[in-house]
């Protein structure tokens, strides 16, 4: 075979026509057998690699298979103020309403937990919207550990 310039391939015999007579379908057929090995480890994973949304906690197990029943509940809000401070976490207990940007306000939520964290049984639930940072859940958390409740759950409330 020559082309019109004087070329001429090294092999006319064309890319499969190499190794033993009996190799060559397999060596055709290598690319689709390829094709379904993907396709069937697509199919065995099915969504198992999702990332569900959400904070990672590693906690250690509890003591007992029973859940603790909160004494105490505390709801978190994040509000948007024209001009002020702009964005700030509201935090609503014992009908009160406390500011974590106030370091007054924190103080006196501080002081509540404690005093309310004796009268039951030690342990809170965080009712939080899914616009607060985890950042402000993670300081209210560790507020109520300073004022002495013993275990805080947190639950989100979806927009």
Known sequence: MNTSWGWTPARPEGIWRHGCRWARPFTAAAPWVTLALLLTTF????????????????????????????????????????????????????????????????????????????????????LADARVPSGELMRLVGLAREAGVAHVQIAERRE
Request: glycine share 8%; charged share 20%.
């Open 43 to 126: 199919a065995l994973v099915q969504g198992r690699l999702a990332a569900a949304p959400g904070v990672v906690f590693n906690l250690p197990a509890p003591a007992s298979g029973e859940t603790i029943v909160p004494g105490l509940a505390a709801v978190v809000l994040p509000v948007v103020r024209e001009g002020v401070s702009g964005r700030e976490t509201i935090v609503f207990f014992d009908d009160a309403r406390y500011s974590l940007s106030d370091a007054a306000s924190t103080e006196a939520l501080r002081e509540r937990l404690g005093e309310r964290a004796v009268e039951t049984d030690n342990s809170l639930l965080l």
